[in-house]
């Protein structure tokens, strides 16, 4: 049996952040007026100045940000803490979707023990996918005097979808990098090549794609394997179309997150990211680190520790308070009978210049905040005497010159707080 608090207040508060997630809150809201657990208050904190919810959204209110300003994620799940009234507060990211146990499974996890100051969610890719496979002979352009390149390639593939991260596709392994000819996304083969599709709704689609066949390869066969359904061509140097209907019967879960751990340098890693769902995940467990995106937190301990770290803005600050709550001793738990479903950075974009600023100095701020005083000094010596790397992608407005800066002066500043 859950416990009651004070009558006429909610149990739990659930705080949704908005930045331009608009398309996603009715979804969203649907999923919380069904939940088989119904003693809670919907705060939405918008952080843009311009949503507006139905009417028909019961037990919710929207809370306006200073001149209706982005003031960050981090400040504005404190906000929303500030301005409810549940003695456990839900942190829960607007672009995603819940099971109808979701909310009953945190709380009685919770409940379960004293000494649990977080519970964190199941959470899996938003859509489901199917598996794609290629079988075709290997050659080596080097080998047939035909250029330099020494890759193995099979057949050279296009997808009627573009190949990109607003797809959901995920490559497991066996693509070579995306060729543009004649403004056309290609993608070549090489040994045992396969990837995911998205199915993102639970009714039939259409999936096409175009093979480039080498006549190198002439009078071999290619396997295509969607799921249950398979497709032979021959190879005669034309290009081919092959449809497939994508059913969810064929489908699966890939999981985004089963908790999170820390490695040696203070990188968050997610648990069971981009894996197949086998249950290989199903047993609770505690974890180092919880996700922002679907948490339950104890009121008094959130309010202990000062809440989310509004200098962060957005990304690590749950890794931050994770790591403060277990030092102050309370555990941080992982329940896989609460499910999430996740759309992948709906609002930030993954890889944009503002997702890799965010991430590349908070990390390392977090490191200054709460690691060892010896690991964090090594990494700020480190920090000082190397350039960002080159897979960090940045622009005017989030440069390499502002992120070296910023990382610098801020891991000092967290350094000196804990010194003196």
């Known amino acids: 049996m859950l416990n009651t608090i004070k009558e006429g207040l909610p149990k739990v508060s659930i705080v949704i952040v908005n930045y331009g997630g608009f398309d996603h809150l009715s979804t969203l809201f649907q999923a919380l007026s069904a939940q088989s657990f119904q003693d809670f208050e919907i705060v939405v904190v918008d952080n843009r100045g311009k949503l507006r919810l139905p009417e028909t959204v019961l037990r919710s209110r929207i809370l306006k940000t200073p001149d209706n300003t982005n003031i960050g994620f981090a400040a504005g799940c404190n906000l929303g803490a500030m301005n409810s009234r549940g003695s456990c507060i839900v942190f829960l990211n607007n672009d995603t979707i819940l099971d109808a146990d979701w909310l009953v499974s945190l709380l009685g996890r919770l409940e379960s023990d ?101 006549v190198e390869l002439n009078g071999n066969k290619v396997s295509i394997i969607l799921g249950n359904q398979k497709r032979e061509v021959v190879i005669d140097g034309e290009q081919k179309t092959i449809n497939f209907q994508l059913t969810s019967s064929d489908s699966f879960d890939v999981i985004n997150s089963a908790g999170s751990m820390l490695n040696e340098e203070g990188e968050c890693l997610e648990a069971g990211i ?114 960002i790397p080159k897979q960090v992608n940045t622009n005017k407005e989030y440069s390499a010159t502002r992120l070296k800066c910023e990382t610098i002066i801020g891991m000092m500043r967290y350094l000196l707080k804990r010194v003196f």
């Open 114 to 214: 004293h000494s649990i100051g977080a519970v964190v969610s199941k959470i899996l890719f938003f859509p489901r996918y199917i598996q794609l496979s290629i079988k075709s002979s290997i050659f080596r352009p080097l080998d047939l005097g035909l250029s330099d390149d020494e890759r193995e390639l099979g057949v050279r593939v296009q997808f009627e979808q573009s190949w990109n991260e607003s797809t959901g596709i995920l490559c497991q392994e066996g693509f070579h990098g995306a060729e543009v000819v004649a403004g056309k996304e290609w993608h070549w083969t090489g040994r045992n090549p396969i990837i995911w599709i998205p199915l993102e709704q639970e009714d039939v689609e259409r999936f096409v794609l175009t093979i480039d066949t080498p």
């Open 274 to 387: 981009y894996e197949k769902d086998r249950s290989q995940f199903d047993e609770s467990r505690e974890v180092a680190v919880f996700s922002g995106c679907s948490v339950l937190i104890r009121r008094e301990i959130f309010e202990a520790l000062g809440g989310f770290d509004p200098a962060f803005f957005a990304y690590y600050e749950d890794t931050d308070l994770s790591w403060r709550m277990q030092k102050a001793g309370w555990k941080v738990i992982y329940e896989p009978k609460s499910v999430v479903r996740h759309h992948r950075s709906s609002s930030s974009g993954e890889q944009s210049p503002f997702f890799c600023f965010h991430i590349y100095r908070n990390m390392r701020w977090n490191v200054a905040k709460n690691a060892r005083i010896g690991v964090a000094i090594l990494l700020l010596a480190r920090e000082i005497f190397s350039w």
